[in-house]
């Protein structure tokens, strides 16, 4: 009897306390990106990953993490030197030692759908955008990365030369969430819009802007993205 209760409590205490370990390396991964230190958030990156704990959720901690810095740059507190360094800091670590662990967690062999991911033209910031696309592949899509400062054009261009499934933009800026709208109505233009479903996403992007420009759909973080691609594209497993 004694036996059976402890065979329960144990596996809830590991959950336990991997959820302690957790919410500390939120607070220490926070700490390093608002104090601009790249060894400090490296080595937490590295010892939470030997821990076991769960890449995406260092993503969260780390995607939450840098919109504090955005606050902070917004309100006078940071200057472009400290964006810029927050930024770089981040985008090594993701590529580095979080993207491979996604990478081995693996689709294993799944081909669910070509989605074709980029920023907007006009914009630069590529972290979020690389998040989603990361997340999409390790969910079983195949990727056509087209990176930043991505114009009408080359959107138009890949879903008339590809088998695309899905066009998913990104736009980090209130200057460049336009090119959104831009380009589902060049798609439109081109008869190429019932061809492919569009979502859209970046922090200034809202469920409202999403349906005001015709997209099919907009998530603000990448499992979302993930649960949102597979909603659209009818793909019933979870
Ligand atoms: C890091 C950063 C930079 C770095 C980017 C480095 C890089 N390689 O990406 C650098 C220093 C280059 C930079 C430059 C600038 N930046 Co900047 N930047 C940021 C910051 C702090 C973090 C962005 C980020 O990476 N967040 C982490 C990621 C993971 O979050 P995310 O991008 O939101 O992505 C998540 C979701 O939005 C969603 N998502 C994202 N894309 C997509 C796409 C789809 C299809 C879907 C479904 C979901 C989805 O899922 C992602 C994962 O969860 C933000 C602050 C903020 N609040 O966003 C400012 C911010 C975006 N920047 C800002 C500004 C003003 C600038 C500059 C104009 C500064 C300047 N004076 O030069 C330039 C513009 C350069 C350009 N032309 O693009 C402003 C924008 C204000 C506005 N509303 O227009 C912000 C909001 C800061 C602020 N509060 O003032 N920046």
Redesign the pocket.
Known sequence: MNEIIIRKIIPFYKIHILLIQMSETAREIKEALLTLDREKLIQTTKTSLDKGENPQEL??A??AA??E???K??SGEFF?VE??S???A??TVISEYLKPVLKKIGSEGKHLGVIA?G?VA????????S??ASMLFTAGFEILDLG?DVTVEKFIETVKNGNVDVV?????????LPMQRETIEALKKKDLRDKVKV???????TEEWAKEIGAD??????S??VR?VKKILDISER
């Open positions: 993503l969260s780390i995607t840098l919109r810095v955005g606050d740059f917004e472009l964006l810029v927050a930024g770089e981040a985008k991911i920023t006009g914009d630069i910031h590529d972290i979020g955008k998040i989603v930043v998913a933009m990104s736009a980090l800026l209130s200057t460049t979502i859209v996403g970046g922090s200034p992007v759909g907009f998530a603000d973080n990448a979302e993205a949102l």
